[in-house]
């Protein structure tokens, strides 16, 4: 093994032999406003194949559901969605067709800690992705499946999920957001 650093400009990360998490960036960071181009790369890819492990990791680390690379500063059409149990990559994702009405389910995102919001997402859709292997898949998904993937594929778009709820909505949401960080700086100041 070699302990030589590798880093491959183009796709913005530092890799060594072991893989590590990514950062995580906040809602003001630019590139969450940008729409991310489609990934033009052949595939199989290893520095794709790294990004989607260090995309899972940082997920799990944060306890999320969903985490799109632009989340975390890679300039990159690509997002994961799942648990300990079901994760799946998604490479140039789409929604090809939606099944039913929109539902109103709360949300929240990595991005934006402690901040939960009442959004309306149709809870059934046919997507497409690319998967790290270069095979296309195509599925129905539904629940919370159906919504992190939608969610994720607004980041790609450079939609944050605020601008799905009107404004009274979303600053009764900010108080809830600043007590709940206020209470955790608290206890932690206390060894809670």
């Not at 890799?15 to 990934?39: A, C």
Request: overall charge positive; hydrophobic content about 40%.
């Amino acid at each position: 093994m070699s302990d030589t650093l590798v880093i491959d400009t183009s796709a913005g990360l530092v890799t060594e032999n072991r893989i590590d998490p990514l950062p995580l960036y906040g809602e003001e960071h630019p590139m969450l406003k940008q729409k991310i181009p489609e990934f033009t790369g052949k595939l199989p890819f290893n520095t794709m194949t790294t990004l989607v492990k260090r995309l899972k990791m940082t997920m799990k680390l944060y306890g999320g559901v969903g985490l799109s690379a632009n989340q975390c500063g890679v300039f990159e059409r690509v997002f994961v969605i799942g648990t300990d149990d079901f994760q799946i990559a998604c490479i140039n994702p789409k929604i090809v067709e939606v099944e039913s009405e929109p539902e109103k389910v709360k949300e929240g995102c990595l991005s934006f800690p402690g901040l939960f919001l009442t959004i309306a997402r149709p809870s059934v859709i046919i997507a497409e992705w690319l998967e790290e292997t270069g095979e296309l898949k195509r599925a129905r998904l539904s629940g919370v499946t159906a919504q992190c993937f939608q969610h994720e594929l607004d980041h790609m778009n450079g939609i944050q999920f605020t601008s799905h709820v009107k404004p009274v909505a979303l600053q009764m949401a900010r108080k809830k957001q600043e007590k709940m960080i206020k209470k955790i700086v608290r206890n932690k100041k206390n060894g809670v």
